[in-house]
């Protein structure tokens, strides 16, 4: 069965730390990666990856993604308080078909 | 601005009683998409179309309807809401291309059943 699994499911920080988010996924017929970011209103779009070791940086939040070991990682260095929010990443297979993982909910304290 | 524009924000029905979420876009995108989200949940797609070809996902209720009139509209109807299905509605669009397939947001219709 086609999965997306994200870890930790929460984390609290404090402003400054870098946090590391993790995606893995098993998805047939796999097409791209996506990460959003999500607070109290829809998700906004972060980064979407196709292709391995090819980091998309914005900002101080990058990613990556590895397709022979099925994975991606979120980095956030010198987190803010404005980085609170639940981090969703979504996979894209099959045409317009996507699956996201349940997230992971980051709390950033002053 | 171009946009996704969901309509109501919040939207109280009661069991059994039929009720209708609309999306539109400013966007002129071919592609729009129907999630259900509940509390601490992913989104979940229910059905998407691509232009007026419409994709119903398999565990997708009966109970849940979608109608595309056009491009820029979408609408979400529920038949027979049960307690359950009270979730967060988001409406999303998008314009694959090879190289981005991004999808917009709107900004969710907040469904409560009584």
């Known amino acids: 069965e086609d999965k997306v699994v994200q870890s930790p499911l929460s984390l609290v920080v404090h402003e400054g730390d870098t946090v590391t988010l993790n995606c893995s996924y098993e998805v047939t017929n796999f097409r791209s990666l996506l990460w959003y970011k999500q607070e109290k209103k829809a998700p906004t779009f972060l980064f979407m990856l196709t292709s391995s070791g090819i980091e998309k940086k914005s900002g101080r939040l990058s990613s990556i993604l590895d397709k022979k070991e099925l994975f991606s990682i979120l980095n956030i260095t010198a987190t803010q308080t404005g980085d609170s929010a639940i981090y969703l990443c979504a996979v894209q297979f099959t045409g317009n078909q996507f699956y996201f993982g349940t997230g992971t909910s980051l709390t950033v304290i002053p | 601005d171009a946009m996704v524009i969901q309509n109501p924000r919040y939207q109280v029905t009661q069991f059994g009683k039929p009720v209708t979420l609309s999306c539109s876009q400013t966007?002129?995108?071919?592609?729009m998409y129907w999630y259900q989200q509940k509390s601490s949940q992913a989104p979940k797609l229910l059905f998407h179309y691509y232009d007026k070809d419409f994709n119903n996902e398999a565990d997708t209720p009966d109970n849940f309807q979608s109608r595309r009139p056009n491009t820029s509209f979408c609408f979400l109807d529920i038949r027979s809401p049960g307690l359950g299905d009270a979730a967060m509605y988001l409406c999303a669009t998008s314009s694959p291309t090879w190289y981005s397939y991004e999808q917009y947001f709107g900004p969710g219709t907040r469904l409560t059943v009584t």
């Open positions: 966007l002129n995108h071919n592609v």
